[in-house]
């Protein structure tokens, strides 16, 4: 049940992503930081897909992804039909993984130490459904704010 919970949650809030990242009225203030606001759109978007891709695609369903964290927030100027892309393919390989998992891997440890103690692969996977629905809530404010 969880499971499939998640794997709802992942396809909406994938699809909501790729839905504000095609909102943007004017495509270069998906790049555009301001004042105190740190990240980009551009960039949180490229910190979920590399976030998603390792902790899901390359440990859980095995991809083969192999993270650069730094890049995540680095790039610039990605063209939004390549971000679109990179989203799309995000939530395939998110929802094969999830296809692929177990009850038995769901409720047992997670094979990689991310917090100070061991997590199970459930609680996790419940964390990164939450970071990815707070990233979207900062890049909806974003482009709100910033896409006149």
């Known amino acids: ?60 369903g095995k991809s083969g992804y ?25 939530l395939k390989i998110v929802e094969h993984a999830l296809d692929s998992l177990t009850d038995e891997q769901l409720h047992s440890e997670y094979p990689i130490l991310v917090f100070k103690e061991k997590t199970t692969t459930e609680f996790f996977l419940v964390h990164l459904a939450t970071h990815l629905a707070y990233h979207l809530g900062q890049i909806n404010y974003h482009r709100r704010l910033l896409d006149k």
């Open 66 to 90: 192999i993270r650069n964290r730094d890049l995540e927030f680095s790039l610039k100027n990605i063209p939004r039909a390549e971000l679109i892309l990179k989203i799309e393919a995000t």
């Open 1 to 60: 049940m969880l499971k499939e919970t998640l794997k709802s949650l992942f396809t909406r809030d994938l699809n909501k992503l790729k839905l504000e990242i095609e909102s943007y009225n004017n495509e270069t203030t998906i790049w555009h930081i301001e004042k105190d606001i740190a990240n980009s759109a551009g960039n949180l978007t490229l910190h979920l897909i590399g976030n998603l891709n390792t902790f899901i695609g390359a440990e859980i």
